[in-house]
């Protein structure tokens, strides 16, 4: 444990170090190094960039080709039951214990975490109620809605009060609504817990998480605070031209200046810090391009993965 | 300021460092199961022929005229053998969901992402089916047995059959564990119960059939091989002092290799991410 508080007072709760995971001759984790601090973390990367499998791995579910895991503290190679014990996993397909009623089934995890049988049921329907599902807990869990299923899901994540909750797509399916409560609670656990939030819904971790880790084809792309990720490295412009579009991206490029498209004809750019935005419009001065619309805009998280992923 | 602090509270409560977790799964599945009036029936049912036998044991050793019902080695493996129609039934039952439900239900991946292992998990799920199966083979047998006892007032029958308790115990140990491990195996192989109950039920009546029908045009008697239950009960035999059709230590290498194979197909079923290369 003297290990446990002497990485978590560096503020990290996960430490990877040149973690490869292979499926057959597929890698989907490549050579992973980066640290997740305390608080929420918001996991982001495409479909199939190892976001799954990176928490599977985590929780020993998977084990690594090379490399060391390392979770509160313990390696997860030498202690995985002791992690588990501490860890709360929401996954990101729907999954209950057949044939059980909402509140049965969250006792039902809650003892398998070790809590004595008449604190897990007590525990169960403290947290039922939390998630929201208080006047639904005697149903099976099988009639339930996709959104209340989510819940159910967090639910039994939280029973055993873990110090990390690992959650993987936490509002797939759900109506906005839904999504918006679903992430209100993740922020209100965060305040208490260390969260890491996988999704490829980049609102939903900018709302909830103040860092990120982007994976990319199983790399990390891009990691920090998302604050300073947006922030200090490029001002944004959205820009539509008229003209030879793609001569004009590939003009930019040239002078250092990145830009992605962001819907139809308006295109977004990053025009680096201490560069004056003129630029701009000489490079569509050169290549005799119109530019019709110009606009200063507010950097978010979806230009940081757009810029992490290269697109 | 707010009456009721409505956000995520934290446990302060006890925690068992190493959770007895099998246990739980095995005491979890055995409540729900027992919570179906269709299997509380046919529990009921398994034990009418328990009822038979404890009426002829009380005639039997009560009363002089009826010794012809009196007990022997003859009635407890007669009844082991009887009751092999029950312990079908009830694995596939209480057996044929264990491990195919979780899996519809990706409830594999739940389960294992708690503090236990999948050796917790499968000796959970075998203790599940494993405890119906006891009481309604090893359990009647010996109340039997204590029955005996009781009606006739002495040890004696007990001390002239000293084999009588072990080969009951082996007997009912051999029997559930087969039926269990062979039922889990089988429910690990699909999502669905009903396919897992077939194919439960194809093994078990097929391969008796198969076996009777190689019999019957070769005349070896080494096609008893084929069948799981038939192998079994030449184990038996060799048990109450019956001479067994075939060699006892042959029967013996079939039901370990058939055991293994179910021990392998579950080690490799029962994971928590299915990894298709």
Redesign the interface.
């Given at each position: 444990m003297n290990t446990e508080r002497s990485e978590r007072s560096n503020g990290s709760t996960v430490v990877l170090e040149n973690v490869t995971v292979r499926y057959g001759s597929h890698q989907a984790l490549r050579r992973v190094s980066v640290a997740f601090p305390e608080g929420a973390t918001g996991l982001l990367g495409p479909n199939g960039a190892g976001k799954s499998t990176l928490i599977k791995a985590l929780l020993g579910l998977l084990r690594p080709a090379e490399g060391v895991m390392r979770v509160l503290g313990r390696d997860v190679a030498e202690a995985p039951l002791a992690i588990r014990a501490h860890v709360g996993y929401m996954p990101e397909n729907d999954a209950h214990i057949p044939g059980m009623n909402a509140v049965s089934f969250v006792a039902y995890c809650g003892e398998l975490c070790g809590l004595p049988p008449a604190d897990a049921m007590q525990r169960a329907h403290e947290v039922l109620f939390y998630v929201g599902l208080g006047e639904a807990r005697y149903r099976n869990v099988e009639t339930y809605s996709t959104g209340m299923k989510q819940r159910i899901k967090l639910a039994q994540a939280l029973v055993h009060d873990p110090d990390l909750l690992l959650l993987d797509e936490p509002t797939n399916g759900m109506d906005p609504k839904g999504r918006d409560e679903m992430l209100a609670l993740i922020r209100d656990i965060a305040d208490r817990i260390s969260v890491i939030l996988s999704s490829h819904v980049l609102p939903d971790v900018e709302s909830a998480c103040e860092h990120v880790v982007v994976l990319h084809k199983g790399v990390v792309a891009t990691h920090g605070p998302i604050a300073a990720l947006k922030g200090d490295s490029a001002r944004v412009f959205e820009l539509r031209v008229k003209g030879d579009e793609k001569r004009f991206i590939e003009a930019l490029r040239e002078v250092g200046i990145e830009s992605h498209d962001e819907s139809g004809d308006v295109m977004r750019v990053f025009v680096p810090a201490g560069r004056p935005a003129q630029v701009l419009f000489e490079v569509a001065a050169r290549h005799g391009v119109q530019v019709r619309h110009f606009r200063a805009s507010v950097p978010s998280l979806e230009d940081v993965f757009a810029r992490a992923l290269g697109d | 300021m707010p009456i009721h602090d409505?956000?995520?509270?934290?446990?302060s409560?006890?925690?068992?460092?190493?959770?007895r977790?099998w246990f739980?799964?095995a005491r979890?599945g055995i409540i729900?199961r027992l919570r179906e009036r269709r299997f509380l029936a046919l529990l009921l049912v398994a034990w009418l022929l328990f009822v038979v036998r404890a009426v002829q044991i009380y005639f039997g050793t009560t009363f002089v005229r009826a010794s012809f019902f009196a007990p022997s080695e003859e009635t407890f493996h007669g009844f082991l053998t009887q009751q092999r129609l029950f312990v079908f039934f009830i694995t596939i039952y209480a057996g044929a969901?264990l491990i195919a439900?979780?899996r519809?239900?990706?409830?594999l991946?739940?389960?294992?992402?708690?503090?236990?292992?999948r050796h917790d998990y499968i000796v959970g799920k075998l203790a599940t089916l494993a405890a119906f199966l006891i009481a309604v083979t090893w359990v009647p047998a010996m109340m039997l047995l204590m029955l005996q006892v009781l009606f006739s007032g002495s040890l004696e029958f007990v001390s002239t059959h000293p084999r009588l308790v072990p080969a009951i115990t082996i007997t009912a140990a051999l029997q559930v564990a087969l039926a269990s491990m062979m039922m889990l195996a089988l429910s690990s192989l699909s999502r669905s119960r009903r396919f897992a109950a077939m194919l439960y039920a194809l093994v078990t009546i097929f391969a008796g059939t198969i076996e009777r029908v190689l019999q019957t045009a070769t005349g070896a008697a080494g096609w008893v091989l084929v069948s799981p239950q038939n192998t079994l009960l030449v184990i038996t035999d060799a048990l109450f002092g019956i001479e067994p059709e075939i060699p006892v230590t042959l029967a013996l290498i079939a039901i370990m290799t058939l055991m293994a194979v179910c021990v392998a197909v579950l080690e490799r079923r029962v994971?928590?991410?299915d990894?298709?290369?």
């Open positions: - | 409505q956000g995520y509270r934290r446990y409560g006890a925690r068992i460092l190493r959770a977790s739980v799964i979890a729900e969901g439900s979780d519809q239900a990706n409830a991946q739940l389960y294992l992402s708690k503090p236990i292992t994971r928590a991410v990894v298709v290369t």
